[in-house]
């Protein structure tokens, strides 16, 4: 057996808390996390240091927020001069080149394109990356688990011209991925039973402790499942909405320009979409800690569920992520199974960050780091968090700003000038207290200055990250179209 614990981390990317059965949710949306969340520490009141992926994985993976790296995932207006220093800081900087110099075999998987692009996972030794990332497609596990030539001639048979479509992008999809002779991987991300047992006999080899990364693309838009996954949460209407809802719903998450009427049965297909997708990655959850377990691995391993961001359901008039701070948006869950011999347990009332996660990890196996924004958890309180979203990513619409937690409010910083406050038991964030209570605004606009974040910083903000063209291979991309 390894001295030094290995780590597992799985990022399910969107994924909100309240929307989890441990977190709260009135259906049972996340049996297997629910019962690994018992058996370690549930993180309470979690929040991202950003709303979309790019800049919270940066701040999880250097414990900084963004505005004080920059990767620049979108255009910024840097010269490659720039652009270098901020990567050779980045390279420099970061919890995985430490993991890798204190004798860490490190792993990172993901179908996430945006985490390529930023070329932030070359921080590991290895790194397994599927196909449809390659040839830029998105491939749900409908694709390559089901056989599709079947239902394709039944749907044109019982004339349902929408669900034929679906069946033949699919089998196009297919080939292109059957073409490449490299479909294994996939199976793996989408939770397939065999593909974590072959994953996790790989990790079973390896004579050095690990450290795996996942980000699991199941939670994120176009929202992944399977018919059982319904009928677990008392949905009947799998068909309707599988299969027709999908592709209506994809415009509305990402064309916020447009102005495209929503109904509240939109609203509501959306929600059920999203919690049969966390009850599908909930099972490959439970899967992949079964199987550690049944290889004596679990023992010595700390297993970390999170989420780098969540989505929002209309709530505030949007849907998806990656345009305002409001709480479906930066409550994340944040769970983290220790072995035994930690002796760490219960749930975590205090205000924790993802960018402390590796702080606290490292602060409890004795390894050094670099200076971070984020504490070691176990040792010290947080008095106040941030979040971010000052990288306008894809609409003209996005409200950027910062924001500011303590044990009590959140303060919200935007671009525009606005200002606003609200009580954190306010989740939905209704009853904006901000003109009776200059005190705590002021202490609030203190910290920010303290930390130097800026809600401007980069005073470079009124740009999209794509044009109209690119913007729809990239959406393609990520799975919204
Ligand atoms: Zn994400």
């Known amino acids: 057996m390894n001295e030094k614990p290995n780590i597992v981390f799985i990022i399910l990317d969107s994924a909100r808390a309240d929307f989890f059965s441990c977190y709260g949710y009135d259906k049972k949306t996340t049996p297997n996390i629910d019962k690994i969340a018992k058996e370690g520490v549930l993180f309470k009141n979690a929040y991202a240091p950003s709303s ?5 994985h940066t701040a999880l993976f250097t414990g900084k927020y963004w505005s004080r790296i920059k990767i620049p995932y979108v255009n910024l207006g840097l010269s490659n001069q720039e652009k270098g220093k901020i990567e050779e800081n980045f390279f420099k900087n970061n919890f995985v080149k430490i993991l890798n110099n204190t004798g860490y075999e490190t792993i990172s998987y993901t179908i996430n394109n945006i985490l390529m692009k930023g070329k932030i996972l070359n921080i590991f030794k290895k790194q397994e990356i599927d196909l449809a990332n390659k040839c830029n497609l998105y491939i749900g596990q409908n694709v390559l688990e089901k056989p599709l030539k079947i239902p394709l001639l039944k749907s044109i048979l019982t004339l349902r011209f929408k669900k034929a479509f679906f069946y033949a992008n699919a089998i196009f999809k297919k080939l292109i991925i059957m073409a490449s002779k490299k479909k294994a991987n996939h199976k793996f991300l989408f939770g397939d039973r065999i593909g974590i047992k072959r994953y996790v006999k790989k990790l079973s080899s390896f004579k050095k402790p690990f450290f795996l990364f996942i980000n699991s693309m199941g939670t994120h838009y176009e929202y992944q499942s399977k018919k059982r996954n319904f009928k677990n949460l008392g949905y009947e209407d799998y068909e309707e909405i599988y299969f027709d809802s999908r592709n209506k719903i994809g415009p509305l998450m990402y064309l916020v320009d447009e102005n495209i009427p929503v109904s509240e049965k939109q609203v509501e297909n959306t929600k059920k979409l999203y919690t ?7 099972e490959f959850v439970g899967k992949m800690y079964r199987e550690l377990q049944k290889k004596g691995l679990l023992e010595n391993t700390i297993f970390i569920i999170a989420s780098d961001h969540g989505d929002e359901f209309y709530e505030k008039g949007i849907f998806g992520h990656a345009k305002t701070l409001n709480n479906g948006i930066i409550r994340i869950p944040l769970i983290i ?22 702080p606290s990890i490292f602060g409890l196996l004795g390894i050094k780091h670099h200076e971070t924004d984020g504490i070691n958890l176990f040792k010290q309180k947080n008095k106040i968090i941030f979040a971010e979203h000052i990288m306008r990513f894809r609409s003209k619409k996005d409200e950027l700003g910062i924001c500011a937690i303590n044990k009590d409010y959140k303060y919200m910083k935007m671009s525009d000038g606005s200002k606003r406050l609200f009580k954190n038991a306010d989740f939905y964030e209704k009853n904006n207290i901000i003109n009776k209570n200059k005190n705590i605004v002021d202490s609030f606009e203190n910290e920010i200055k303290k930390i130097g974040l800026n809600e401007k910083c980069l005073g470079k903000t009124d740009f999209v990250m794509f044009d109209k063209s690119s913007l729809k291979k990239e959406m393609e991309g990520l799975g919204y179209l």
């Open 276 to 282: 049969a997708s966390l009850n599908y990655v909930d």
């Open 337 to 358: 199974k220790f072995p035994d011999k930690f002796n760490i347990k219960g749930p975590y009332d205090d205000l924790a960050s993802l960018i402390d996660v590796f």
């Open 52 to 56: 979309w992926t790019g800049p919270s």
